[in-house]
């Protein structure tokens, strides 16, 4: 057990498995080789070891867990939620089942999913974990307003500054920038060097109209991870904002560096090159974003025609088959 918490799959593994030979009747032994392969992703080992342990002491909770989990993770909702329901009976003052079945039917899209969560925030208010897990499966769904009152109650409740941040991406995905930052920095009081918050509160400043905090926080993120792709960009729209050209060119540069294929980046690249009078420069990257991707021609061809420092061009036909040379 204390190698699967360390992560040591394969000593764990290794031990499990002398443990087996020793006591191959143990039904304990049989939990723990099921928790072990559904930890490595073999499901159909998991599944054998949890239906073995499961026939040795029936209704016991903790496999009954391990046995829904290795059914959730084979897509099968409904048996994992027969089995964590039996779990939680059997054992309603431990929250992992009530939890788990609160997850499936989540992902089953089942009605009553709104009335068992309610009912898990009276009883189990600070089980992080579950908390945790409840956020993603309503992100996943769909569901992303819901989601943040869930990962708020994981951060309420959690010492760990990703609590914090992943609670400020909800709040981001939802169009709350202002919240998403308070979220983000109660994230970086905890841990400086946590690069995704530190990039993604530079993201929403940005949002929030606080430019030049915005580049701080995200020139302090590159700092820590120089090779980030979308940090560049997202340097780079602000400079953008700021009309930084100089400071933009460098940004969107080092992004491509980092993430040649992505369109956006060589278009925003070629506009600064243009703006900055290098239209050779910015033709060549306004060809990369055509072979990454030929829908961005409308937006080169507004932008070679309609800014300052460009040409004018009568036949979009021959300014299309300029970009594909």
Avoid at 68 to 96: K, M, Y
Wanted: aromatic share 4%.
């Amino acid at each position: 057990m204390a190698e699967l918490r360390a992560g040591r799959i394969d000593s764990a593994d290794a031990l499990c498995g002398q443990i087996l030979e020793a006591a191959p009747h143990d039904p304990a032994a049989h939990q723990l080789a099921a928790t072990i392969a559904l930890r490595s992703g073999r499901l159909e080992d998991a599944a054998r070891w949890a239906n073995s342990s499961l026939s040795l002491r029936p209704d016991h909770a903790p496999t009954l867990v391990v046995a829904a989990r290795v059914a959730r993770a084979s897509g099968n909702l409904a048996q994992a939620r027969t089995w964590s329901e039996i779990a939680a009976r059997l054992a309603p003052d431990r929250p992992e089942a009530a939890f788990l079945s609160c997850v499936t039917r989540i992902e089953s899209d089942d009605e009553k999913a709104r009335s068992v969560l309610e009912d898990l925030l009276m009883r189990f208010p600070n089980f992080v974990e579950g908390w945790r897990e409840i956020a993603e499966a309503l992100r996943k769904a769909g569901h992303p307003k819901t989601a943040v009152l869930a990962f708020a109650r994981a951060a309420e409740s959690s010492a760990d500054p990703m609590d914090h941040a992943r609670l400020g991406a909800a709040l981001q995905a939802i169009d709350r920038p202002r919240e998403a930052c308070v979220a983000f920095r109660r994230a970086l009081e905890a841990a400086p060097d946590l690069v995704e918050a530190r990039a993604a509160l530079g993201t929403c400043l940005r949002q929030t109209g606080e430019l030049q905090s915005a580049r701080v926080e995200l020139e302090r993120a590159l700092k820590l991870r120089p090779g980030d792709g979308r940090a560049w960009f997202a340097l780079g729209l602000v400079c953008d904002d700021l009309r930084d050209t100089p400071g933009a060119i460098h940004a969107y540069r080092r992004s491509v560096e980092a993430q040649p294929d992505v369109p956006e980046v060589h278009v925003n690249l070629g506009l600064n090159l243009q703006n900055a009078g290098d239209l050779d420069a910015a033709m060549e990257s306004y060809r990369h974003a055509m072979r990454l991707r030929p829908d961005t021609f409308g937006r080169i061809a507004q932008a070679l025609t309609s800014a300052n420092k460009g040409r004018l061009w009568l036949n979009s036909a021959r300014l299309r088959r300029l970009l594909e040379a």
